[in-house]
């Protein structure tokens, strides 16, 4: 099973702050979370300060780093399948997500240790500009290589 994943961080360097992540699987089901306390808003780019902080959603999706961990451990193992993390942007989304996802020595049992490149893929269409949002732009990206997407809110 392919998930389509996509992050926000403070900025383009190698001093990135994850902000906020989303996975969307290829059947639909999905994951968003913001992160309260790994960055703050001095740690931005001024595009993350104009662009990307006014889209965040906030209230139950807004959660610490320690809950929002649990969370996405949670729903990957919800899969009962080997999961493939798909992302057009490997070298800051993957790491950003290895960063969530793995801890204390603890990686996911059904997740592949690394990524595949979107931009390596043949895409089924050519989809639409991404908006900025972790979220929104997973759900743009898994729409370019899947069929049929159906959405879940």
């Known amino acids: 099973m392919r998930l389509f994943l996509?992050?926000?961080f403070t900025r383009l360097s190698a001093a990135a702050k994850l902000i906020s992540l989303a996975l969307v699987a290829e059947d639909g089901r999905e994951?968003?979370?913001?992160l309260l306390d790994s960055w703050r808003e001095e740690d931005c780019s001024d595009f993350v300060v104009e662009v990307v902080?006014?889209?965040l959603w906030g209230g139950s999706n807004a959660?610490?780093?320690i809950k929002a961990r649990s969370a996405l451990f949670d729903f990957l193992a919800s899969f009962d399948e080997v999961l493939e993390i798909v992302t057009d942007a490997p070298q800051y989304d993957w790491e950003l997500f290895i960063e969530l996802?793995?801890?204390d020595g603890k990686w996911p049992r059904n997740v592949r240790n690394y990524p595949t490149d979107a931009t390596?893929?043949?895409a089924t269409s050519d989809g639409v500009p991404l908006p900025?949002?972790?979220l929104l732009d997973?759900?743009?990206?898994?729409?370019m290589f899947t069929e049929s997407n159906p959405k879940k809110g």
């Open 6 to 8: 996509d992050c926000e």
């Open 132 to 134: 900025h949002h972790a």
């Open 101 to 103: 996802v793995y801890d």
């Open 138 to 143: 997973a759900r743009i990206i898994a729409s």
């Open 31 to 34: 994951f968003y979370v913001e």
């Open 53 to 55: 902080l006014p889209q």
């Open 120 to 122: 390596t893929l043949d």
């Open 63 to 65: 959660q610490p780093i």
